[in-house]
């Protein structure tokens, strides 16, 4: 297996635990926020897939599917194109109310984008430096290896809240 092979794999088994999170739930179950200050599911599958976007897109030198494919008009979210949702407050973590296939949709978009860029990477590829403004600076396998663990953490912390729903 190659080091592209295997983040891909990783990158596979968010995409489906994320799929599996959003089936079957609605408009209210996704907003839920168990507890004050807790996100909600929606955010968290909307923040996890925009870090995907964002991050693999720069480092693979590509448009994020968001502004691309359309994404940032149709889930009609009032934030900036190129907002993630790092440092979201209450407020923002409200905001974000989208259908699930719609999110399932966006998640869906961005993998079968990015997948195939990074199941071909190898060895060589991942020692390239991508964001200078670390100390040490980081290298794309750092990054790719940050992008699925934030991924898979969102993911799981989508799928304890719908636990909580008891759905």
Do not use: K
Request: hydrophobic residues 45%; negative net charge.
């Amino acid at each position: 297996m190659t080091p592209g092979e295997l983040l891909a794999d990783s990158l596979d088994r968010t995409a489906q635990n994320v799929e599996s999170v959003l089936d079957g739930l609605g408009a209210d179950d996704l907003a839920h926020r168990p507890a004050p200050g807790a996100n909600s599911i929606a955010w968290l599958v909307w923040h996890l897939t925009r870090i995907y976007d964002d991050h693999v897109a720069a480092a693979a030198g590509r448009e994020q599917v968001h502004v691309a494919s359309g994404y940032a008009e149709r889930l009609g979210l009032p934030f900036d194109a190129a907002d993630t949702g790092y440092g979201h407050g209450d407020d923002e973590v409200a905001a974000v109310r989208v259908p699930g296939d719609l999110l399932g949709a966006y998640l869906r978009a961005v993998h079968e984008a990015m997948r195939p860029w990074v199941r071909a990477l190898d060895d060589s590829d991942l020692d390239r430096v991508v964001d200078e403004r670390w100390d040490p600076p980081v290298n794309l396998g750092v990054r790719l290896v940050s992008v699925a663990d934030d991924c898979a953490q969102h993911a799981g912390q989508a799928a304890y809240v719908r636990g909580l729903l008891g759905r």
